[in-house]
């Protein structure tokens, strides 16, 4: 099968300069990915489980440490100029392109990198500022956008371009509820407008981005794929379980929580400034639930909320890895 | 047209080249100060040279220093360092994922700079020219055409060279840049015939191309004086350029894919923040 993209043991080490700067890191440990044309596919992570070297090496700006990777049939390594003829990429808090120019001048210079011509380029760039809400802009020099505007002036960048398959990297990173939105409508109608034909590789640490948008999520941690399925399925893994999410007073020891009878695996999170302690457990048995609660009262804590909750990624993602995304 | 490598790369160096010209003239405080403090210098010169009684034409060697020093300087600070900045805001990667020749990206922003800053040297020239009152005898504006574009793309060439260097180097090179103004204002003979430093030392100095293409310019806007404090004749010096040109082009290819292979192994160079 001809796939969108294809990895095959892929691993990346990146090396220090010197001894001082400390030890190798493994980014990509074994990745064996297959994307399929026409796929809106999630890569999701916390910060440093690879996602981006992954992407990075996707679009031609890594090479391998050892294992292969191809874009839409094209090794990474000896075939990059076909792969960068069918690509493009947009990465969350991008600053790129020049503070100077117009909107407008911006976003037609990308374009002429990929040899569009420039009255195709300006209906595109026109037609994409309207459904992006920035036709007032256009004409603005970039420095003087906002956050916001910026991002979605880098997402037109990217898409701009008609690439086969693109690659967003966090690409709603930062931004308010309402650009979000604009920008994930926007992917989803994109890919869904040219049904098998147009790819969509997107990474994210938000869950309910990953959720909402993705036909097929992976899970990486260290550098390695834990799961790849759909989100219905990846869910199904924890509805066997039960799924409890309980704020507390800030814990000094989560130690035991572990090795409880019924718990299958937990992630807390501190939050100081609210002096709250967040817990999530994967129970094996809801009979758990009362030494759950003797456990935090022994330690003197108190607790204020306690949900049984429906599945979630994240849930998922604290029953493979045992941490949360925090 | 069809979108074939060609085009493709045209339309790039064009478009590099436009956001070059257009950003570096919608700031008028740097044209200001682009053309007004070459003038300071050329005119501390000038007026030594008045008050010395040296030949009137020394008066025109000075302002055409001061009016190429403008590429000089661009040369050094803008286009060298250029492929830097770009990391740091994240165009690099951009650009290197874009299926052009690298080498497009470097020649629009060579062209780029070229335009800018020919009109910060005409400006100078012509400043300079009004407030000193120096009288020009032109006898072969063919030639003084083609030296001045052989020696721009030389400079330029030279610059697109220093681009990878730099990134390679990182932030020491702007050192390297520091190092580099001063000394070579001096070689290079930007207030005086470079013909005074001796042989050898002018023969040095000539790797740097602006050395060799104001000396022939020279020659060419005073022919009368050209013999005297000409360096060689500026026949042989635009064949130097001509071979300048190849040299520098050739070695920034060299050093654009020796830099993009590095980024690729190490993943230092190329992308942002590491």
């Known amino acids: 099968m001809d796939y969108a993209v294809e990895t095959r043991q892929l691993t990346r080490v990146f090396n220090p300069k010197s001894k001082k700067e400390g030890k190798s890191v493994k980014a990509l440990d074994s990745v064996d990915l297959k994307i399929e044309r026409g796929e809106l596919f999630g890569l999701l992570g916390p910060n440093g489980a690879g996602k981006t070297t992954l992407l990075k090496i996707l679009s031609t700006l890594l090479l391998p440490t050892t294992g292969k990777a191809f874009v839409s049939g094209f090794d990474v390594e000896k075939e990059f100029v076909e792969i960068r003829k069918r690509i493009n990429m947009v990465s969350g808090g991008e600053i790129s392109g020049y503070g100077l120019l117009t909107v407008r001048e911006n976003l037609w210079m990308f374009s002429q990198f990929y040899g569009i011509k420039s009255s195709v380029a300006h209906e595109r760039i026109d037609k994409m500022l309207d459904q992006f809400g920035l036709v007032d802009k256009k004409n603005e020099k970039v420095r003087a956008l906002s956050t916001g505007q910026r991002q979605k002036m880098n997402v037109i960048r990217g898409f701009v371009t008609n690439p086969e398959i693109i690659f967003l990297d966090e690409p709603t990173l930062g931004l308010d509820v309402n650009a979000s939105r604009i920008i994930r409508d926007f992917i989803v109608d994109w890919v869904r407008e040219d049904k098998g034909k147009r790819t969509v590789l997107l990474t994210t640490h938000y869950m309910a981005e990953a959720d909402q948008l993705c036909d097929k999520i992976a899970i990486i941690d260290d550098g390695r794929i834990l799961a790849c399925d759909s989100p219905e399925n990846l869910k199904k893994l924890v509805k066997m379980n039960s799924t409890l999410k309980l704020d507390v007073n800030l814990l000094n020891d989560i130690s035991g929580f572990g090795s409880l009878q019924g718990v299958e695996n937990f992630a807390a999170h501190d939050d100081p400034e609210r002096n709250v302690t967040t817990l999530r457990f994967i129970l094996k048995d809801e009979s758990a639930v009362s030494e759950i609660m003797s456990l935090i009262l022994s330690q003197g804590s108190k607790i204020m909320t306690v949900q049984k909750t429906e599945p979630t990624l994240e849930d998922v993602f604290v029953k493979m890895v045992g941490k949360g995304f925090d | 047209m069809t979108d074939t490598w060609l085009v493709r790369n045209m339309r790039a160096i064009k478009a590099r080249a436009y956001s070059r010209v257009v950003g570096a003239n919608r700031e008028p405080s740097w044209v200001l100060f682009d053309v007004s403090l070459p003038l300071l210098s050329v005119a501390a010169y000038a007026y030594i040279y008045k008050y010395m009684d040296a030949p009137e034409e020394f008066v025109g060697f000075v302002i055409l220093g001061g009016a190429m020093t403008a590429f000089w300087l661009n040369v050094l600070w803008s286009m060298a360092s250029q492929l830097y900045w770009e990391k740091e805001t ?40 009004l407030v000193f009152g120096v009288a020009f005898s032109l006898s072969d504006p063919l030639m003084l055409a083609l030296v001045f574009i052989v020696t721009l793309i030389a400079l330029y060439g030279m610059g697109m060279m220093f681009a990878s260097l730099y990134l390679i180097f990182g932030r020491e090179a702007y050192h390297v840049s520091s190092l580099m103004t001063e000394p070579i204002y001096l070689v290079s003979g930007f207030y005086f015939p470079v013909k005074q430093l001796g042989f050898w030392t002018a023969m040095g100095a000539s790797v740097i191309p602006i050395t060799l293409g104001l000396d022939a310019l020279r020659q060419l806007f005073f022919p009368s004086s050209g013999g ?22 050739i070695l920034s290819k060299f050093s654009l894919d020796y830099m993009e292979r590095l980024g690729k192994t190490s993943g230092r160079l190329t992308l942002r923040w590491q």
């Open chain 2, 90 to 129: 994240g165009n690099l990667s951009l650009f290197l994922i874009a299926p052009i020749s690298r080498m497009s990206i470097l020649a629009g922003m060579a062209v780029g700079g070229m335009f800018a800053t020919t009109v910060r040297a005409v400006s100078t020239m012509v400043i300079g020219i």
């Open chain 2, 228 to 249: 005297l404090y000409g360096f060689a004749s500026v026949t042989n010096e635009l064949l130097i350029l001509v071979a300048l040109c190849v040299v520098f082009l």
